[in-house]
């Protein structure tokens, strides 16, 4: 099987971006490997549609991009161990500070020889990492005293941004400007909006004139919902394919996989696919989902295994089972269908899940590279940029 991405849909969907972004530039939040789309050959696709700033999970995930060569500024979003703090100093990556605590930290360990470049994160809300409003002051005037501290960034996270008209995420829209205006100390970047916020807030960048808006899931070209991303012309950059490894014919009342829960209701042929949930295809879709194959949409029956997954191709001498054979291609998930947000709604989750859980062991087909060089594209690792 393979996951093959298209870099054109992510330079097309990173420009659509910064133009609803206004005066403000975007961040690409590009964690987990991409959400599975390939972090190295991503962050280039970006940087070549003019994004400077990327937003990474953990310290590693920076420490790659940068060992990639990758020049652009980096924040880490999750909250910082003190004992890692040298490691964002030697790799010129920007911290969160969703502390007090990690604040004393930083200001011990900062120094003019080893500066630190901070963004600290406020709970407006999201109850998840960040200080309160209230000792935001206070914290960020004794990070702007210490030597070797920069005061890179004030950000918060909305909860509710993907729910049109949701008065939660005004109010936290609220709280965050009572901040921003409460904070006596000059700092670089002022952000709050995600994907969410910037399809459903209109523009919350120019609330506070914040110059960075963050985006992951819009990159890829998706949003939280199909409607959602109607609102912006993206492009789903990643379709999942796998081959049919086997073909056999059934007799009525043949069971298929595991538990034999499914059993065959006439003669029927049956297509045996090279994917199961060890590819990170759920097996939460038994039953419920379809790939595309032969020109038709054919439901998967039988459990899903580790490694194999089963398809109904309907009567053997009719089509679409009559014109498939060994090693054709089936489509789990593309632009055309069935879409991200199919497979999400059989699995009972959201299209995020699915592209995050595409495993590793998926070879990665990067496409459309912005010089043509499919061939270097396709590794795991971009050039310099």
Request: glycine share 10%; with cysteine; net charge neutral.
């Amino acid at each position: 099987m393979t996951a093959t991405v298209d870099l054109a849909a992510i330079r097309h969907n990173a420009g659509v971006l910064r133009e609803r972004a206004g005066g403000a530039d975007v961040m690409a939040i590009i964690k987990a490997d991409a959400y599975g789309h390939g972090v190295c050959p991503v962050a280039r696709a970006a940087h070549e549609a003019g994004i400077r700033h990327y937003g990474v999970a953990r310290l590693p995930e920076g420490i790659h991009l940068r060992e990639d060569g990758h020049r652009g500024r980096i924040l880490v979003l999750g909250a910082p161990a003190a004992a890692q703090l040298p490691r964002y100093a030697e790799y010129d990556l920007d911290l969160t500070v969703p502390s007090a605590e990690v604040a004393a930290a930083v200001v011990r360990h900062a120094s003019p020889n080893a500066p630190l470049r901070v963004h600290v994160t406020v709970d407006t809300g999201m109850g998840r990492l960040g200080l309160a409003p209230d000792d935001v002051p206070a914290v960020m005037a004794r990070l702007a005293d210490a030597p070797g501290v920069r005061l890179a960034g004030l950000w918060t996270h909305f909860a509710t941004a993907d729910a049109p008209g949701s008065s939660f995420a005004k109010t936290q829209l609220d709280r965050f400007r009572a901040v921003v205006d409460a904070v006596d100390v000059d700092v670089e970047h002022v952000h709050a909006a995600n994907t969410g916020a910037l399809l459903t807030l209109g523009e919350p960048a120019h609330e506070f004139e914040a110059s960075l808006v963050r985006s992951g899931i819009a990159l890829y070209g998706l949003a939280a919902t199909p409607e959602l991303s109607a609102r912006l012309d993206l492009r789903p950059a990643m379709r999942l394919t796998a081959r049919v490894t086997h073909l056999k014919t059934v007799s009525a009342g043949t069971p298929v996989s595991y538990g034999a829960e499914w059993q065959a209701p006439r003669r029927t042929r049956i297509a045996t696919l090279g994917v199961g949930y060890g590819d990170g295809y759920p097996r939460r879709c038994c039953g419920r989902a379809s790939v595309r194959v032969g020109g038709a949409l054919c439901p998967i029956v039988g459990t899903i295994c580790m490694d194999m997954c089963m398809v109904n191709l309907g009567p053997p001498d009719k089509a679409p089972a009559a014109r498939v054979d060994r090693g054709d291609e089936a489509v789990l998930f593309g632009p055309a269908g069935p879409t991200v947000y199919d497979v999400a709604q059989w699995a009972d989750t959201i299209p995020y899940e699915i592209l995050c859980g595409v495993s590793p062991r998926v070879p990665r087909r990067h496409v459309n590279c912005a010089d043509g060089a499919l061939a270097r594209a396709a590794q795991s690792a971009a050039p310099r940029v």
